[in-house]
């Protein structure tokens, strides 16, 4: 069956704007995660949604959020971009999100702002 | 606050040998640990997990041990392979819906 797709792969932006991106999960899955990755500190955790409902957030200031929608499809926005926003955003999908089970992540979302 | 910690940045092991990758964590509350692998330009994928209950988990070539005790686990890959060489993500999970990661591990074979 298909991965978790994340669209698109890079992006450029300049500072003080805004993006939108996307994560289509493995079919079935209902638990959409979402992390950014920068060098040298790992995978920090920027939300988790199931059905709908975000039911955890990481501590990211407000100009990061995100939603799902009824086809378990998620998108994150960052608004206001600054310098240190450059990075990996990567989304995981799994059936359920209760991680006792592995989460497939996408290839991520390379962002890059100038 | 870094609550999963893997202190060695990097790693360079002889093809057939072991590697053994360390990761310490801090918070009590942490039940189910996972180990990912993660290639240049391509999300992490999964290698290995282990429950709190239990202090081993073995799956071929990969073997996660657990020592609560100590809040210490560690990835043994024996043997090692040149197609291993790779970052090494170890995890953690309270239960809360979210995995708190280490900055990972940068393991190079040498032929």
């Known amino acids: 069956k298909a991965g978790v797709t994340q669209t698109p792969r890079y992006l450029i932006k300049t500072r003080g704007q805004q993006v939108t991106l996307s994560c289509s999960p493995i079919s079935g899955h209902r638990s959409v995660s979402w992390y950014q990755q920068t060098p040298g500190q790992g995978l920090q955790f920027l939300f988790e949604y199931f059905s709908e409902t975000q039911r955890n957030k990481g501590n990211f200031p407000g100009r990061f959020s995100g939603r799902q929608f009824s086809n378990s499809r998620s998108e994150m926005n960052v608004s206001t971009l600054e310098l240190g926003d450059s990075a990996l955003y990567l989304c995981?999908?799994?059936?359920?999100?209760?991680?006792?089970?592995?989460?497939?992540f996408g290839q991520g979302t390379r962002l890059t702002v100038v | 606050d870094q609550q999963v910690k893997q202190n060695s940045p990097s790693l360079s092991v002889q093809e057939g040998r072991i590697s053994i990758l360390n990761c310490d964590y801090t918070?009590?509350?942490?039940?189910?640990f996972l180990w990912y692998k993660k290639y240049p330009a391509e999300g992490p994928t999964f290698l290995i997990s282990i429950s709190s209950i239990k202090d081993k988990n073995e799956d071929g070539r990969f073997t996660v041990f657990l020592n609560k005790s100590a809040k210490h686990l560690s990835l043994h890959i024996v043997p090692s392979q040149p197609g291993d060489s790779a970052v090494y993500f170890c995890?953690?999970?309270?239960?809360?819906?979210?995995?708190?990661f280490g900055a990972g591990t940068t393991v190079t074979v040498r032929a």
């Open positions: 918070n009590s509350m942490f039940d189910y």
């Open positions: 995981a999908s799994s059936f359920a999100g209760a991680m006792n089970t592995e989460a497939f």
């Open positions: 995890a953690a999970s309270a239960g809360d819906y979210k995995l708190s």
